[in-house]
């Protein structure tokens, strides 16, 4: 019997994460991880008054009226706490603010990311694969590590090479987290609120980032590259 699948619960914290289809990429250029930064902050909205395609070619003036009527309202599906998008996926740390708050956020984001490259690129079908993934956050700190694990995300997969690109690596909360400027749309407060300030979370990161750089290559090196790991002899009976 399959296993069932719980939906996320309003007011509580999620880990949310998907991938390419096939692992294939999904955000290969800077216009690209715009366009999807835009989207995480337009459909976090629960009451949005037009689909974002209409939204984006409105005036920049009616754009902003929109947006401010929105932040007023304070209707929204989820709050953005953390998230990292990456070549081919993205991580998400949300807590759920509305009934399948969850569920109508992620439906929206990738259905109107995925027509805005399928237009772009003149392809069809899905680009993500399946429904995605969820994991309730139980403990602050479970919350504390994987706010670190997803910050990361770039310099463990060698996205980026030093810390000094980590820190201003633009397709991540992280520079919300440790500076005192950044998008107004990720709540910082909830994982910040476990640390003395914002250096303190700065150096949390710094702390854990060979060790998790480390743990990911040998991760990587068992999944794809077995054979430099075990020597091809036959398995005794």
Do not use: C
Request: charged share 25%; net charge positive; glycine share 4%.
């Amino acid at each position: 019997m399959p296993k069932r699948v719980l939906k996320p619960a309003t007011g509580f914290v999620y880990h949310v994460y998907n991938r390419g289809v096939a692992r294939q990429s999904t955000f290969r250029s800077r216009h690209e991880y715009n366009r999807a930064i835009e989207l995480i902050n337009y459909y976090r909205f629960a009451n949005i008054p037009l689909r974002y395609s209409y939204f984006s070619k409105l005036t920049i003036e009616d754009q902003r009226k929109i947006l401010s009527t929105l932040k007023k309202s304070q209707n929204t599906l989820v709050d953005i706490l953390s998230f990292a998008l990456m070549p081919n996926h993205f991580h998400f740390l949300l807590k759920q603010t509305s009934d399948n708050g969850i569920e109508y956020f992620i439906s929206r984001f990738t259905n109107s990311y995925t027509k805005y490259v399928n237009i772009q690129f003149n392809r069809v079908g899905p680009l993500f694969q399946g429904r995605y993934k969820s994991v309730h956050i139980e403990a602050d700190a479970h919350l504390m590590h994987l706010s670190r694990y997803i910050h990361l995300n770039p310099y463990t997969d060698g996205i980026v090479k030093t810390l000094d690109d980590l820190f201003n690596y633009p397709y991540t909360s992280l520079l919300e987290h440790v500076e005192n400027n950044g998008r107004d749309f990720i709540q910082t407060d909830t994982v910040l609120s476990l640390f003395k300030n914002k250096l303190s979370y700065k150096m949390f990161i710094k702390k854990q980032a060979d060790y998790q750089k480390k743990l990911g290559s040998i991760k990587k090196l068992i999944l794809e590259k077995p054979s430099k790991l075990v020597p091809n002899h036959p398995r005794r009976a």
